[in-house]
Nanobody, 121 residues
């Protein structure tokens, strides 16, 4: 399984970005997908997750109401729409595969390489 993130970049506070994560393999819809992030000097933390069908989602309190996770199983891709970005959202964002949309990042078994998101104040 290969996961490739894209869409990161530099944005001003209050702006938006949409991250994408393209997955290889034929069983994409059988698995939940999650997004996590890691800021410099901090531990990786859960951001959002979505079930295989897309019918169930899970968000960290810090991003609820600002971020939206979605997926297109026909394209083997999961997205993270990030609105009202804050400087504290600056981090490397990773997508990962799991069996259910868990908030515990140790649940996920395959990870992408990450994409940098930088929010300037």
């Amino acid at each position: 399984v290969q996961l490739v993130e894209s869409g990161g970049g530099l944005v001003q506070a209050g702006g938006s970005l949409r991250l994408s994560c393209a997955a290889s393999g034929r069983t994409f819809s059988s698995y939940a997908m999650g997004w996590s992030r890691q800021a410099p000097g901090k531990e990786r933390e859960f951001v959002a997750a979505i079930s295989g069908s897309g019918g169930s989602t899970n968000y960290a309190d810090s991003v609820k109401g600002r971020f939206t996770i979605s997926r297109d199983n026909a394209k083997n891709t999961v997205y993270l729409q990030m609105n009202s970005l804050k400087p504290e959202d600056t981090a490397v964002y990773y997508c990962a595969r799991g069996n259910y949309p868990a908030s515990n990042i140790r649940h996920y078994d395959y990870w992408g390489q990450g994409t940098q998101v930088t929010v300037s104040s």
